[in-house]
């Protein structure tokens, strides 16, 4: 409480005396040269792609989230495009960020404001030479802070988005900077300055002591190199080290129980020791949560939604969503804290050459079963088939970012999935939405008497949460076994998991109770494919058949049909839901058969 009311007390004190932004010259980052990095990416698919991108930002077509957002000639940096709302310039502490009726999302409006789009002109420009993307960073800068007078509105009331712009700004001072007009890049410079003075007395520290401080943290630790200010630099600097212990699991995971935000995590980790060489523990972090990140995504290189996806990224937010694991097992690898992953020579052009100068290699990795017993994660593979099973407790705090998908499994073979996971959708846009994707029906697991696994309490805490044990773990050449429970409003469900390789997987549910006539639920969410082949038996994709032990009904859209593949999109999708009415203890075999 004191610490809140410290920062409550300057920040309205600079409500009445504004700070003033420092003059002086500014100290290079660490980074590579941007003109030779762009002079080695030139003619490459990568290169194309950027340019195409930097195109519709010039027609202020924002590829946003999983959207394409218009905002017309003049941008209006508080609006939320994709739900018409728009804020007034309030004190930034009195935002109501969370109340969709008087903000709309949020997350729309703060996604356009991290400004990464005017990196990617930069990065245009310096691949292309156009004179038309400096002339559009220069005008979005001027337009954003005529709108934007600090300490007013929406754009000013999360800190994390704060360090996120900043960090922006810091890359096109970086890449174009000295092309900028001196005018415009000395008013650019104060604001930036006064960013970080925002930023240091705001850290979420006690409010979102998640990604969010370490974002914060990072952040403020370049613009303290950035403007020679030590003491934020180093107190930067030393939050960034302590959270990646708090923060990163000892087998690697990140501890919010989130897939993507592990790439986010390891991101903002990764990029920091970039700016400043870590300690040995702290780069033994960065190889672990590489190891993981490897582990989970498969061959297919892609990051299995379990948990929150937010749709944003830390740098270069473009392309598919599911794809964003390659660059950043590519810029673990080229650092040298990911010496047994696979990434392609491409995967490296996002991320490692702009941060490490490095435009070519590629290496192919072996892939094994493994456990990872402190985030209850379990990855079942022989390299062509991959299973990844949820068998962890919920994240720290009160879980935000965690789903009710304990025991929920996501299966895929070669370059086709067979089970996902649905994704987010929303956060606050639509709560009865919200509550959905993140519940237990929306997952590869069993729901019973229609109660989630937690009780939601609001966008971003569950209440009543479950207990989860890993009960087995055998692994061998012939077949692979996974045995787990979850403990929940007085209900016990133990799923059993037995590969045997290659060609057949059989899943077992017990679920044990209180007395009484109870409504199970099974719910299988097939990939893009499904077709039932009687009331029993369904294909789904890549040749493999799905046979349950009674009868399930196939249908799309409804209640639970739905996938969604970045964040802000929905799509219909196929859903397999048996139910039994029945007293406890009760059971149920269902067995997936894979095409050899």
């Not at 990140?254 to 592990?262: D, I, N, R, V």
């Not at 016990?492 to 998991?497: F, P």
């Amino acid at each position: 409480m004191a610490y809140r009311l410290r920062q409550e007390a300057v920040n309205a004190s600079r409500l009445l005396f504004p700070p003033h932004a420092r003059t002086g010259k500014q100290q290079a980052l660490p980074l590579p040269d941007g003109a030779a990095v762009a002079r080695k990416l030139r003619n490459t698919p990568y290169a194309a792609e950027v340019e195409r991108l930097a195109d519709l930002v010039l027609a202020h077509r924002f590829p946003l989230l999983g959207a394409e957002i218009e905002t017309g000639a003049e941008i209006d940096w508080r609006k939320d495009y994709l739900h018409g709302v728009k804020t007034k310039p309030a004190y930034f502490a009195r935002m109501p960020y969370l109340d969709f009726a008087r903000c709309g999302d949020h997350k729309v409006v703060w996604e356009l404001n991290r400004h990464q789009h005017l990196v990617l002109l930069a990065q245009a420009w310096l691949l292309t030479g156009r004179a038309e993307y400096l002339g559009e960073i220069c005008a979005g800068l001027r337009s954003w802070i005529e709108q934007n007078p600090y300490p007013m509105g929406i754009n000013w009331a999360s800190a994390l988005e704060v360090a996120l712009r900043a960090l922006s700004w810091l890359w096109v001072d970086h890449l174009v900077g000295e092309q900028m007009p001196q005018d415009v890049r000395a008013k650019f410079h104060d604001r930036l300055y006064i960013h970080a003075i925002h930023l240091a007395s705001n850290l979420s520290v006690y409010f979102a002591p998640n990604t969010h401080l370490l974002g914060e943290a990072v952040a403020l630790h370049a613009l303290g190199v950035f403007f020679g200010e030590r003491a934020w630099s180093g107190d930067g600097a030393a939050i960034v080290e302590r959270e990646a212990a708090r923060q990163v699991r000892d087998d690697g995971a990140y501890f919010e129980q989130s897939a993507y935000y592990h790439v986010y995590a390891l991101d903002m980790l990764l990029f920091h020791a970039a700016l400043q060489p870590p300690p040995d523990a702290y780069r033994e972090r960065l190889r672990r949560m590489a190891r993981f990140l490897h582990a989970v995504a498969g061959p297919r290189r892609e990051i299995p939604f379990i948990g929150d996806d937010d749709g944003g990224r830390f740098f270069h937010p473009y392309g598919r969503h599911a794809r964003y694991a390659r660059a950043t097992l590519a810029a673990c690898a080229a650092y040298g804290v990911g010496e047994d992953v696979t990434y392609d020579a491409e995967d490296l052009h996002p991320i490692a050459s702009w941060w490490l100068g490095i435009v070519e290699g590629e290496n192919r990795a072996q892939r094994k079963s493994e456990l990872f017993p402190d985030s209850g994660f379990a990855v079942l593979t022989d390299g062509v088939t991959q299973c990844v099973v949820d068998a962890g407790p919920f994240g720290p705090f009160r879980a935000g970012h965690t789903h009710a998908s304990k025991l929920s499994f996501t299966l895929c073979r070669g370059g086709e999935w067979l089970l996902a996971d649905p994704g987010t959708y929303t956060y606050v846009a639509d709560a009865t939405l919200r509550n959905r994707f993140r519940g237990t029906a929306m997952h590869n697991t069993v729901r019973i008497d229609g109660l989630d696994q937690a009780t939601p309490a609001g966008p971003f805490a569950w209440e009543q949460r479950p207990r989860t044990h890993v009960m087995a773990w055998n692994v061998n050449a012939v077949r692979e076994e996974i045995e787990a429970e979850c403990r929940y409003r007085g209900f016990r469900h133990v799923r059993r998991i037995v590969w045997e390789k290659p060609s057949q997987l059989l899943v077992t549910d017990e679920i044990e109770g209180p007395a009484g006539t109870h409504e199970l639920e099974q719910f299988w969410h097939p990939g893009a494919y499904a077709r039932a082949l009687s009331g029993r038996e369904f294909a789904l994709g890549a040749g493999a058949v799905l046979a349950l032990d009674g009868e399930a009904e196939l249908s799309e859209g409804g209640e639970f049909g739905w996938r969604s593949p970045a964040f802000a999109v929905r799509e219909p999708a196929p859903v397999i839901r048996r139910v039994r009415h029945t007293t406890l203890p009760a059971r149920f075999e269902a067995r997936i058969t894979l095409s050899e």
